[in-house]
């Protein structure tokens, strides 16, 4: 089974630039999850997607930060304008279903890093 | 939310030996822990998971408790080899939104 795919692998911009991370979850999982995870620290979640509907973006930095899965498989995350503390690691997962009983699989995620 | 605590933050052994580490956790609706291993240049990989209605998981070397009245569980790794090297993290969830600790540096000396 392939797994959670994501790009760019690396992305280094300026501050007040935009970027884009893409995620293709794990086939016929129905959750997608975008985490931030700063150096040293383990993942935060930003936004949980139930097919292509919003469960949870309680943390999401909206001024900046956008997310969308318009057909209920790939994902899009978007920082527009970066700022120099976006520097992080974005990482994407899925898991089959939205509760506990479906663990997260993780893809390798995208390094950020803001001049 | 949740808050998880994880001990050490480091952790140094010699191959062979055993590691432990352990977390605690606040929010006692917490019913899921599930337990990453992180390699460099890697995203988290689940290692072993384990449910609030059991106090003990074992697969092979790696084995998980779980200690509800107290809520802190703890990760055993035994007869650890230089591929163990790694971080782990452990992590809660109440239901879906999984709150990570800060994980743990894990070097297997040779």
């Known amino acids: 089974e392939a797994g959670v795919a994501q790009s760019p692998r690396y992305k280094i911009i300026e501050k007040r630039q935009s970027v884009a991370f893409w995620c293709n979850p794990i086939?016929?999982?129905?959750?997608l999850y975008w985490y931030q995870q700063i150096l040293g620290q383990g993942p935060k979640l930003l936004i949980q997607f139930q097919n292509n509907g919003v469960v949870d973006d309680s943390q999401l930095p909206k001024d900046r930060f956008s997310a969308e899965r318009l057909k209920g498989v790939d994902s899009t995350l978007k920082i527009q304008p970066a700022k120099l503390e976006d520097s992080a690691v974005y990482l994407c997962?899925?898991?089959?279903?939205?509760?506990?009983?479906?663990?997260?699989?993780f893809g390798d995620g995208t390094r950020l890093s803001i001049l | 939310g949740e808050n998880v605590e994880q001990h050490p933050s480091t952790l140094s052994v010699q191959e062979g030996d055993s590691a432990v580490i352990k977390c605690t956790y606040s929010?006692?609706?917490?019913?899921?822990f599930p337990w990453y291993k992180q390699e460099l240049g890697k995203g988290p990989q689940l290692i072993i998971d384990?449910?609030?209605?059991?106090g003990e998981k074992k697969d092979q070397r790696i084995a998980v408790t779980l200690n509800k009245t107290a809520k802190h569980f703890s990760l055993h790794i035994t007869e650890t080899q230089p591929e163990d090297s790694a971080v782990y993290f452990c992590?809660?969830?109440?239901?879906?939104?999984?709150?990570f600790g800060a994980g743990t540096t894990v070097t297997v000396r040779a």
């Open positions: 086939s016929g999982h129905a959750t």
């Open positions: 929010d006692s609706a917490s019913n899921y």
């Open positions: 997962a899925s898991s089959l279903g939205p509760n506990s009983n479906q663990p997260q699989h």
């Open positions: 992590a809660a969830a109440n239901d879906y939104k999984l709150s």
């Open positions: 384990i449910r609030s209605n059991v």
